[in-house]
Nanobody, 120 residues
Framework: QVQLVESGGGSVQPGGSLRLSCAAS????????MGWYRQAPGKQRELVATITSEGGTNYADSVKGRFTISRDNAKNTVYRQMNSLKPEDPAVYYC??????????????WGQGTQVTVSS
């Protein structure tokens, strides 16, 4: 099994910044991709950003230029730097990892979710 542990959420004022991290552990052979989704109340879960093992990134249009995803492959950890936070950014942010386990089974795994609040 694979476990993802998120940290770094919280509350900031509009225009503020937060940095989230997500560490994967367990029966990991390799992590093919990691990233973040978010879900606001009453809305569907949406992609925020992803990063492949080679460092290729993809961002939702709504966060381009404000959010930066990065990854430390040696630590099996993904980071997300969120700048210029807006009132529409509050949500529960979920980390995910698309992993190949030691048993050579590829699956998606999810973190527990981290609340991000933006308010003045």
């Amino acid at each position: 099994q694979v476990q993802l542990v998120e940290s770094g959420g919280g509350s900031v004022q509009p225009g503020g910044s937060l940095r989230l991290s997500c560490a994967a552990s367990g029966s990991i052979f390799s992590i093919l991709a990691m990233g973040w989704y978010r879900q606001a109340p009453g809305k569907q879960r949406e992609l925020v950003a992803t990063i492949t093992s080679e460092g290729g990134t993809n961002y939702a249009d709504s966060v381009k230029g404000r959010f930066t995803i990065s990854r430390d492959n040696a630590k099996n950890t993904v980071y997300r730097q969120m700048n210029s936070l807006k009132p529409e950014d509050p949500a529960v942010y979920y980390c995910y990892a698309y992993c190949l386990t030691i048993a050579r089974v590829a699956s998606n795994y999810w973190g527990q979710g981290t609340q991000v609040t933006v308010s003045s």
